[in-house]
């Protein structure tokens, strides 16, 4: 499923027109980007939690020269899902 299909879902079950649902989407992912851009967790009581984690700077290897490289440090979002989800 894509963003199209989702808007599409969305529109049928909550009984908007396309570009009310897309727009609800979108107000939706806004917050939850801009919450984890203020380092808080969103939790989603049934789907699942979204949090900001870091991860530390670390040796690798270039596959294609085999050369040793740094990878720098970064933060990623982790999505834990509910123990519900997917039942």
Do not use: H, Y
Not at 34 to 49: E, M, R, S, Y
Request: aromatic share 4%; charged share 30%.
């Amino acid at each position: 499923m894509n963003k199209g299909d989702l808007i599409n879902e969305i529109a049928a079950k909550a009984g908007l027109n396309k570009v009310a649902a897309k727009a609800a989407l979108d107000a939706c992912l806004e917050s939850i980007e801009q919450a984890l851009a203020n380092d808080d967790t969103v939790k989603l009581i049934g789907f699942g939690t979204f949090s900001m984690i870091s991860k530390p700077e670390r040796s690798g290897i270039n596959p294609q020269t085999k050369e040793k490289i740094t990878i720098a440090a970064r933060k990623t979002v982790k999505f834990k899902p509910a123990a519900e989800l997917g039942k």
